[in-house]
């Protein structure tokens, strides 16, 4: 089972943007020396929680300071940008790091400030085209444009063959589908849409194509919010910022922070507190969290019934300490083989 992480460089109480991001670049070297298998970026705007708001520069930064892991982007807004923008952006990562960049392709469904500063010229008129805006990206980087097409001919960075693994992100049924037909890597954010990761997965390898736009086989990756403690008690300290910053989101405060664990744990109610970080009755949790043995049984029954061939592990622990031990916990759970030991037990505490 290969494991990764998608970050979001959460911005940790006390701090500032530019120490979540001196933090992400850390937490993704330690990921690497781990033996992680691949490090995504978010793309969030005008969030003051997160930092991660465009994550091409943090693969460049990143990339230049690991050797085995590979970087990508969890996911590119594509609504928000021209695909040969983000095809060429992409290639010349892939260029500067062959064999090593992921474009993972999504949308944003929301925001509609965001979306007027970023595409003022659609912002009046709003358009689903976001099957076509996808195709169009895997046109390019496969110069598969037809004979009669106005860009056919047109080639990005002819000189360099490879291109960078292509990879559709979303948390519905139809995203599913759309990434079996194109023939693409699927990853599924379960940390959004638990009750449906079963279903979308299975219905990706059931309709895969083979369309020489990506792998031969289905590549399908479960993505989950997932913490570890050393001891149960520990996790539940942990995971009362994720539940807490959640809280305040639904209340309306997309301005707020992501608490302290030790705020947090204060400030949660009886129902907050009482929510499943574990399996029950069948019905998967939000956020997965406990000691590394529980955590680990909760895991292996998600991929076991998703049917996923690797785990992807979101979380928004705000200390970064705490997220590379929770990383490092899990490296050990599955098995992983460390690129670099010395190095990891090295950066794991690093502040």
Not at 108 to 132: K, M, N
Not at 169 to 194: D, Q, V
Not at 200 to 210: I, M, Q, S
Not at 300 to 321: F, H, K, T, Y
Request: proline residues 7%; aromatic residues 6%.
């Amino acid at each position: 089972m290969k494991l990764s992480i998608v970050d979001l460089a959460t911005v940790a109480p006390g701090t500032t943007e530019v120490d979540a991001l001196a933090d992400a670049v850390t937490t993704a070297r330690h990921a690497d020396a781990v033996g992680i298998h691949r490090v995504w970026f978010a793309e969030h705007h005008a969030t003051p929680a997160q930092a991660s708001h465009h994550p091409e520069l943090l693969i460049a930064a990143v990339a230049a300071q690991t050797t085995g892991i590979r970087v990508g982007s969890g996911s590119v807004l594509l609504n928000h940008y021209s695909p040969f923008k983000v095809a060429e952006m992409f290639k010349q990562l892939e260029a500067m790091f062959p064999g090593r960049i992921d474009l993972g392709i999504g949308r944003a469904t929301g925001g509609q400030v965001i979306d007027a500063a970023l595409r003022p010229d659609r912002a009046s008129r709003p358009v689903d085209d976001h099957q076509a805006r996808v195709s169009e990206v895997l046109a390019w980087l496969y110069e598969a444009f037809p004979a009669d097409h106005p860009f056919a001919g047109q080639r990005i960075l002819p000189s360099v063959s490879q291109v960078p693994h292509t990879w559709l992100l979303g948390s519905s049924p139809s995203g599913s589908m759309l990434a079996a037909g194109l023939g693409m890597g699927y990853c599924f954010a379960g940390f959004i849409n638990p009750p449906g990761a079963t279903i979308a997965l299975r219905t990706y390898r059931e309709h895969f194509a083979n369309t020489g736009f990506g792998p031969a086989e289905p590549r399908a990756v479960l993505a989950v919010n997932v913490t570890v403690g050393e001891t149960t008690q520990e996790a539940e300290r942990l995971v009362a910022s994720v539940k807490a910053y959640y809280g305040t989101l639904m209340r309306g405060g997309s301005a707020s922070m992501v608490p302290a664990a030790d705020e947090a744990l204060a400030s949660l109610t009886a129902e907050q507190r009482a929510e499943p970080t574990s399996i029950v009755d069948g019905a998967w949790p939000r956020f997965v969290a406990g000691g590394p043995d529980e955590v680990k049984v909760t895991l292996d029954r998600m991929l076991e019934e998703s049917g996923a061939d690797e785990l992807m592990v979101q979380n928004l622990i705000p200390d970064p300490v705490d997220r590379r031990r929770s990383h490092a916990h899990l490296a050990e759970m599955f098995g992983i083989v460390p690129r670099d030991a010395a190095l990891g037990a090295q950066l794991v505490d690093h502040r």
